[in-house]
């Protein structure tokens, strides 16, 4: 496809469970970028990769979050035994080189019950 | 890190008047400012963008002004349109990293 894509758009887990949002960057684009956006607020960084490698993961909230990127192409965010704080749009952006604009995926929406 | 700082957080104007929402960072090593708009339930898609080596830019009516000695940097809608309304969001990064601001809510009355 043209642009970024998420799957799924929208996920409801009950609080302990495990989950794994998904992320399709735009073909050739090198940096890759998970974002966390609570209702009303602006996107948190959560974690960055250029290709495969993870070089910034300052952002994720705890070790219950984790997200890789293997082949330098899709990522995947996984977030284990969910609790209801976790409750948020995940955004994924990517983006062709360093400091150049950033296309965004359409999000998921996860809700924790 | 990065602090960013953004305001207001909203802004309702008529249709025809200008709009301008402000934000500060405090990292002096950030060198690129995004400006995004997010529509309700969609994703955010930027607008228009910034260097640190340039003062000025505009596109069509929307302008970005920036001032390094003084961290703060600013979006300009003139003109505006109801279908400029949305939520606006500013970003600076240094080497990649983004850090949004908190999002203006901008609503232009017919």
């Known amino acids: 496809g043209a642009g970024v894509s998420q799957s799924p758009r929208y996920k409801v887990a009950k609080r302990g469970q495990d989950v794994a949002l998904r992320c399709d960057p735009i073909s050739g684009h090198v940096s890759l970028f998970w974002y966390q956006q609570a209702l009303g607020q602006g996107p948190e960084f959560l974690t960055y990769?250029?290709?495969?490698?993870?070089?910034?993961k300052s952002g994720l909230p705890s070790d219950r979050f984790f997200a890789e990127r293997p082949e330098g192409s899709v990522s995947t965010l996984k977030i284990q035994r969910t609790q209801q704080e976790d409750s948020a749009v995940y955004l994924c952006a990517s983006s062709y080189s360093v400091n150049t604009e950033a296309f965004f995926g359409q999000g998921t929406r996860l809700t924790v019950v | 890190g990065e602090n960013v700082e953004q305001h207001p957080s909203t802004l309702s104007v008529q249709e025809g008047d200008s709009a301008v929402i402000k934000c500060t960072y405090s990292d002096s090593a950030s060198n690129y400012f995004p400006w995004y708009k997010q529509e309700l339930g969609k994703r955010p898609q930027l607008i228009i963008d910034i260097r640190s080596n340039v003062g000025e830019k505009k596109d069509q009516r929307i302008a970005v002004t920036l001032n390094k000695t003084a961290k703060h940097f600013s979006l300009h809608i003139t003109e505006t349109q109801p279908e400029d309304s949305a939520v606006y969001f500013c970003a600076a990064s240094n080497f990649n990293k983004f850090y949004f601001g908190s999002g203006t809510k901008l609503n232009v009355k017919p």
């Open positions: 990769f250029q290709n495969e490698a993870q070089l910034d």
